[in-house]
């Protein structure tokens, strides 16, 4: 496989790719003395031993940043393992847990982000359940710190209490806050017009990261009085919680109110329920997203022309891989002729090529059993990926953060050597797509 630089599309990402870098997890580093160290922007291939076992890694960051790690799958296409992690992050000492996760959106594996000033940190990555040895990847990388717009007023902020007035903001704004056990912090805005209203807590936010809260919309419906919309919307495995409007808001007063909803469970994986928090708000719509979230999509595999060893080669991406900037995104290919390459194609569309003055598909050649062998892509890029014993390779590209760039999307697809199938020497993968951007949370 080819672990290479990535040439960016023209106009789309202007700055220079970094060094995309997959390492291997060296045991033993089940302990903080252990720890292994790691920089941002690898992808960790890693496995569990046991059904108790657990990994430490060590980094250090020279200037403040949203530092993220996740659990991938590892496996094949079809294939692939999902083992159910924790993952932690700590002081320098590994004795002070700053921020935890228990699980993803996508899948089980965790997914653990927050900001943290300049300094060194260790993580910890926690087998949940399950036994036997299980092969995963983790994702580790850096993106900058998003401003904040407003901090919390003082204490009392929740109108409810005596003397309490909500903390102002407007929607579009990225505010923090601090909560203890019991405590509820409010967050008013107002609506001149009818607007669909979203507000997520995500990773903007410092250390310690509150890691259970609750998040619900209250409506100013005389002055002084506020009457909760709806219920509260919480995730009791991850900080992460989005709240959207049922419908558009009418003109007036509101707020978010933001809760601290209690401790439960044992050490070092309970919840304390006291710590600082971030929200992201956004009037759909009309002010910036609150989510600029990288996605993936790929296409059924009888888009791709059956080769000469009778099957379809098949490009595509593990479960949890996106391209996310500042990470290590891997593109896999399957089913390929073994020890060789394959040449990966990538542009900015899939319904004309060379400017827009070639329709797509074109034919490329006839494969086995008589199929068509159909470039879906406008190859503006090309890479060269070698394939192992077995047909399988992989391209490990990075997106360097430009904001110019987010939510761009990339077409992809693979012309396979394949000396015997044809006139050309060469199959076609299905074709993929992705979008550049943030966590897809």
């Known amino acids: 496989m080819l672990h290479a630089r990535f040439l960016t599309l023209p106009l789309v990402i202007t700055a220079l790719t970094a060094q995309a870098q997959i390492v291997l997890e060296v045991e033993p580093n089940n302990t903080p003395a252990q720890a292994q160290a790691i920089s941002p922007g690898q992808q960790i291939r890693a496995s569990f031993a046991a059904a108790v076992d657990e990994e430490w890694y060590s980094f250090t960051l020279t200037a403040p940043g949203q530092v993220h790690l996740r659990a991938l799958n590892a496996g094949t296409l079809s294939q692939s393992t999902t083992p159910d992690t924790r993952i932690a992050l700590y002081d ?4 002070t847990r700053l921020a935890w996760n228990d699980d993803s959106a996508i899948i089980r594996a965790a997914d653990c982000g927050v900001t943290v000033p300049t300094g060194s940190y260790l993580w910890r990555v926690n087998r949940k359940s399950g036994t036997g040895l299980v092969a995963y990847d983790l994702d580790f990388f850096v993106l900058p710190s998003r401003p904040i717009d407003a901090t919390e007023a003082a204490e009392p902020n929740d109108p409810r209490q005596p003397g309490g007035a909500p903390s102002p903001m407007l929607l579009g704004d990225t505010v923090e806050g601090t909560l203890t056990l019991g405590d509820t912090d409010f967050w008013s805005f107002t609506l ?27 409506q100013e419906t005389t002055p002084g009085t506020w009457v909760g919309i709806g219920t509260t919307f919480s995730d009791v495995f991850s900080h992460r919680v989005q709240l959207t409007s049922n419908g558009a808001l009418q003109p007036g007063t509101y707020a978010v109110a933001v809760n601290s909803l209690g401790s439960s469970g044992v050490g070092p994986w309970d919840i304390a329920s006291t710590g600082r928090y971030s929200l992201r708000t956004e009037l759909i719509g009309v002010t910036a997203p609150v989510l600029f979230a990288s996605t993936t999509s790929v296409q059924p595999a009888t888009n791709a022309c059956i080769g000469s060893n009778g099957q379809r080669p098949q490009l595509g991406y593990l479960r949890g891989e996106t391209a996310v900037f500042n990470s290590t995104f891997v593109t896999r290919i399957e089913n390929t002729i073994p020890s060789s390459f394959a040449a990966f194609m990538f542009g900015l569309s899939d319904t004309t090529a060379l400017g827009g003055s070639v329709p797509l598909p074109v034919l490329l050649d006839i494969g086995g059993q008589g199929t068509q062998c159909l470039v879906r892509v406008d190859p503006q890029v090309l890479q060269i990926v070698l394939t192992d014993a077995s047909g399988t390779g992989e391209l490990a590209a990075s997106f360097p953060f430009v904001a110019a760039a987010i939510g761009t999307r990339v077409f992809e697809q693979a012309l396979c050597f394949d000396p015997t199938l044809n006139s050309t020497g060469l199959s076609v993968t299905n074709d993929a797509s992705f979008v550049v951007g943030d966590r897809s949370f």
């Open 92 to 95: 320098a000492t590994g004795t």
């Open 192 to 218: 001149g017009s009818p607007g669909n209203v979203r507000i997520a807590a995500l990773d903007d936010g410092g250390i310690p990261q509150l890691d259970f809260l609750g998040l619900r919309f209250f």
